[in-house]
């Protein structure tokens, strides 16, 4: 056989390796590393006070001697610490994003990850099984209701939701044609980072965001604390039990995944309704490719709609189907930042 030829079943068995395997199946060590230092401020204490050394850092973070030197190592390996003559510091992507005290912060989505969802992926395969949640809502209830009868989870969901969405907002106001729009609202809100990242961006946009009565507090300080107030207020509403608000844009981010296909398709219909003829409907997600096979975050969002007891995440071409169901006279698929892509609907 001529070297050109395919390569042999030995050949083909001497290339293989298992380290692709084995990485994603021990990955949870990893990410249960950053989780950690996220839940104990590591990434804070360091941006405050400096490069520490491994004893200075251990004494803050109030760790046992054997653990400190292996967990900051560990993250140095993982490139999440930057190590330098024996002093430990932030690399320049921690330092913007895991640093609490700065807007880029996007931790939250990491802490509601490590008090949360961690432990209810461990009852994935349960999940698998029964098709039933995993999550406080395992023995029943409504999910938004049970979540924010505790005002400390609530304040959480909120910022994980902005951890989770602050990097997708500025690129919704990038590439999304603002200067033919004058205001927008944004229903599911949560605190708001979407609309402050397109108010902030385009100094004629003004609306605010729509959302359940107990999120107006946190909405409120979030949109304060960019100086956004007079541009940007709060709807209280249900968006199954009331109309939507009506505005020349809306938007409804990580919205649709939350819930089935009939409750998706009323909340298309209900944006519809609510828009001026010309208007536009921007929905994102980590919406998943038309082939389901190469958005794996998109496909794993869903897994975890299954966890949470929510929807289902779903692709550019079922959005679009449901949105011409709905009347909406054209639409397109825009690829926005990561796993996340916007479905525009034009009225
Ligand atoms: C998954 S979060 C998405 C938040 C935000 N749009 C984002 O992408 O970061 C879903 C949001 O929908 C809101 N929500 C849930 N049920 C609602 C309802 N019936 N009426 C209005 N808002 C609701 C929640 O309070 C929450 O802020």
Redesign the pocket.
């Known amino acids: 056989m001529g070297k050109t030829e395919s390569p042999t079943a030995t050949e083909e068995t001497e290339r293989l390796t298992p380290d692709a395997i084995m990485q994603l199946g021990l990955g949870f060590w990893g990410s249960k590393t950053l989780l950690s230092a996220v839940e104990l401020g590591l990434f804070a204490v360091i941006s405050k006070a400096g490069p520490l050394d491994a004893e200075e850092l251990r004494e803050r973070l109030g760790l046992h001697p054997r653990s400190g030197r292996d967990f900051f190592d560990a993250l140095v390996a993982l490139g999440m610490l930057a190590r330098t003559n024996g002093r430990y510091s932030n690399t320049p992507e921690t330092d913007l994003f895991l640093d609490p005290a700065k807007p880029t912060y996007m931790g939250g989505i990491l802490e509601m990850a490590n008090a949360r969802l961690y432990t209810f992926w461990g009852s994935l395969t349960e999940g698998l099984r029964t098709g039933q949640p995993q999550s406080e809502v395992k023995t029943g209830g409504d999910f938004?209701e049970t979540l924010?009868a505790d005002p400390e989870k609530l304040a959480q969901?909120?910022g994980a939701?902005?951890g989770?969405?602050v990097a997708?907002g500025d690129a919704i106001a990038a590439k999304f044609p603002w200067r033919d729009y004058g205001n927008v609202i944004?229903?599911?809100?949560?605190q708001g980072?979407?609309p402050v990242a397109i108010a902030t961006a385009h100094d004629h946009v003004t609306g605010g965001g729509?959302?359940?009565p107990p999120?107006e507090p946190i909405f409120n300080s979030y949109v304060a604390r960019f100086g956004l107030a007079d541009r940007l207020s709060f709807t209280a509403?249900?968006?199954?039990?009331d109309p939507l608000p009506s505005a020349d844009v809306l938007?409804?981010?990580?919205?649709l995944?939350?819930w089935d296909l009939d409750q998706k398709r009323l909340l298309l219909q209900k944006a519809y309704t609510a828009l001026p003829t010309g208007g536009a409907l921007i929905v994102?997600d980590a919406i998943i490719d038309d082939d389901r096979r190469e958005n794996a975050f998109g496909l794993l969002m869903s897994l975890n709609m299954l966890i949470e007891a929510l929807g289902f995440d779903y692709t550019g071409a079922d959005c679009r189907g449901w949105m011409a169901d709905s009347g909406f006279s054209e639409s397109y698929v825009e690829h926005l930042v990561g796993p996340d892509s916007m479905v525009v609907a034009i009225k």
């Open positions: 938004f924010y969901f909120a939701m902005t989770l969405s997708t944004d229903i599911g809100c949560a980072a979407v729509f959302d359940l999120v509403g249900n968006f199954f039990a938007i409804m981010g990580h919205i995944h939350d994102y």
